[in-house]
C-alpha cells in the first residue's frame, strides 16, 4: 500500500484564503451593527419589563419618584417639609413646590447610588461578577451620576427661583390691596358708613383688612415716635461730639 504523497503548501493560497475569512467576519460585524439600528427594542412582555426597570435602577430618570427600596412614609416627610416651607397659595406655586420635592428627592438618592456602586466594584460576590463590572465600570457610571446630578442641580435652581419670583409678585399685589383696602376701612368709619371689603371687590375678610389697619397704625405712630425720639434731635454722644469740633 503506497503513502498517500505529502500537500503541497502553497503560501499565496493559504493568505487568499486568510484574507477572505476577515472580509467575511467584518461583513457580518457590519450586518449585526446594521440590523442593531433598525431594531425596535423588546418585544416580549418579560424583555419590555428588564427594559422598563432600566430607568427606574438607574434611580435618577426613572418616572416613579420613590422606589420600591425606599421607604414611602420617608418621601411624604420630606414633600410635608417643602409644602410648610413654601406655603403654595396657587396651582402654579404648587406644581413648582412639588417640582422641588422630586427634584431634591433624586438628587438626595446620588450619594447612595455612587456608595452602592463602589462596593459593587470592590466587594463582587464571585468571579464573573468581579469580571462583568470592575472598578472602571463603577467610575463611568459614576461620571454618567455627575452628569444626572448637575442637570438636576439646575432643574431645582430654576424651579427655586421661578418660585420665588411668582410668590414675590404675589405678595406684593396682596400687600397693595390690603393697604387699598384698610384705606377705605378706614375712611367710611371716619364717615360712620358701613363697609365690606367685598363692595370694592376685594377678596379679603373684613377681619384681615381690620388687622392690617391696625397694624399699619402702630408702624405709623412707631415711626413717628422713633423720628423724634432718634432722628430730629442729636443724640447725648452726637452733641458731645459737635462740642468738640466747635
Given amino acids: 500500500m503506497s503513502t ?3 500537500p503541497v503548501l502553497d503560501p499565496a493560497a493559504d493568505r487568499a ?15 449585526n451593527r446594521a440590523n442593531a439600528q433598525h431594531s425596535t427594542g423588546p418585544r416580549t412582555d418579560a424583555g419590555k419589563q428588564r427594559s422598563s426597570m432600566n430607568a427606574i435602577r438607574h434611580g435618577l430618570t426613572a418616572a416613579t419618584v420613590v422606589l420600591q427600596s425606599e ?4 418621601y411624604e416627610a420630606h414633600r410635608r417639609q417643602f409644602f410648610a416651607e413654601h406655603q403654595p397659595a396657587t396651582p402654579t406655586e404648587t406644581q413648582l413646590v412639588q417640582e422641588l420635592v422630586d427634584t431634591s428627592w433624586r438628587l438626595n438618592r446620588i450619594p447612595l447610588l455612587e456608595a452602592d456602586l463602589l462596593n459593587r466594584a470592590a466587594n463582587p460576590p464571585n468571579e464573573q461578577a468581579r469580571i462583568d463590572f470592575d472598578i472602571v465600570d463603577a467610575h463611568r457610571l459614576i461620571n454618567n451620576l455627575s452628569i444626572q446630578g448637575q442637570r438636576l442641580s439646575r432643574q431645582f435652581q430654576k424651579a427655586l427661583q421661578t418660585l ?3 410668590q414675590t409678585a404675589r405678595l406684593d399685589r396682596e400687600r397693595r390691596d390690603l393697604k387699598n383696602a384698610a384705606s377705605l ?32 397704625i402702630r408702624q405709623n405712630d412707631a415711626r413717628h415716635v422713633g423720628y423724634v425720639r432718634f ?14 469740633h466747635a
Fill in 231 to 244: 432722628d430730629m434731635f442729636p443724640s447725648p454722644m452726637q452733641q458731645v461730639s459737635l462740642t468738640r
Fill in 17 to 31: 484564503m486568510y484574507e477572505n475569512r476577515m472580509r467575511a467576519a467584518a461583513y457580518r460585524t457590519a450586518v
Fill in 164 to 166: 420665588g419670583e411668582i
Fill in 185 to 216: 376701612l378706614e375712611f367710611h368709619k371716619h364717615k360712620g358708613l358701613p363697609w365690606e371689603p367685598s363692595d370694592d371687590g376685594f377678596v379679603f375678610s373684613k377681619e384681615q383688612v381690620e388687622l392690617f389697619a391696625r397694624r399699619a
Fill in 4 to 6: 498517500p504523497p505529502n
Fill in 71 to 74: 421607604d414611602p412614609a420617608a
